[in-house]
T-cell receptor, first 113, second 110 residues
Framework: EAAVTQSPRNKVAVTGGKVTLSCNQT?????MYWYRQDTGHGLRLIHY???????EKGDIPDGYKASRPSQENFSLILELATPSQTSVYFC????????????FGKGTRLTVV | QQQVRQSPQSLTVWEGETAILNCSYE??????FPWYQQFPGEGPALLIS?????DKKEDGRFTIFFNKREKKLSLHITDSQPGDSATYFC?????????FGAGTRLAVCP
């Protein structure tokens, strides 16, 4: 099974501060994703990537940036964190061209105070 | 507009019964449908998936039934066990993206 590792697992941030969530995958998957999970909403796609150097907006990109500096790493950046961004964030990876499954990390619980 | 809908929101069954979780979608370009199982405090774990060229996929006690014409699918969990108590998410995928439903919370009573 694909290994997707997120860091940190828990984070408390101050309103207006910058937050970076990191994700690493070791299965050479082209596609990587950032989702947030809130009660009653399931998982909603924030940003995704087709490969190193590419980032695409998902369904709820406002207030977030993403960076894919390498095949293995995909970061989610909150330049000016707000309390509404308090959530659990999940990273995932897969390879659409190879019909692989999409696997998730264990999540990062972010609290913005 | 919710593209992937799940029902019921919550479901309780007795141990040994079959749990049926439903999912429907709107976008006809969706061609890949994974189901994820999530326990509290953990990430979603892939349970079983189906592609739109098939109408049934079975893996042990878990079976997906897929109706492309009606844009509906269901997950059947036979011989339900208390350890199956979790939230189940239906997802639909196309063009490198996965869209999730809001989930069904399943409780299996011993």
């Amino acid at each position: 099974e694909a290994a997707v590792t997120q860091s940190p697992r828990n984070k408390v941030a101050v309103t207006g501060g910058k937050v970076t969530l990191s994700c690493n995958q070791t299965n050479n998957h082209n596609n990587m994703y950032w989702y947030r999970q809130d009660t009653g909403h399931g998982l909603r796609l924030i940003h995704y990537s087709y490969g190193a150097g590419s980032t695409e907006k998902g369904d709820i990109p406002d207030g977030y940036k993403a960076s894919r500096p390498s095949q293995e790493n995909f970061s989610l950046i909150l330049e000016l964190a707000t309390p509404s961004q308090t959530s659990v964030y999940f990273c995932a990876s897969g390879d659409w061209d190879k019909n692989t499954e999409v696997f998730f990390g264990k999540g990062t619980r972010l609290t913005v105070v | 507009q919710q593209q992937v809908r799940q029902s019921p929101q919550s479901l309780t069954v007795w141990e040994g019964e079959t749990a049926i979780l439903n999912c429907s979608y709107e976008d006809s370009t969706f061609n890949y449908f994974p189901w994820y199982q999530q326990f509290p405090g953990e990430g979603p774990a892939l349970l079983i998936s189906i592609r739109s060229v098939s109408d049934k996929k079975e893996d042990g006690r878990f079976t997906i039934f897929f109706n492309k014409r009606e844009k509906k699918l269901s997950l059947h969990i036979t011989d339900s066990q208390p350890g199956d108590s979790a939230t189940y998410f239906c997802a639909a995928g196309s063009f490198n993206k996965l869209t999730f439903g809001a989930g069904t919370r399943l409780a299996v009573c011993p």
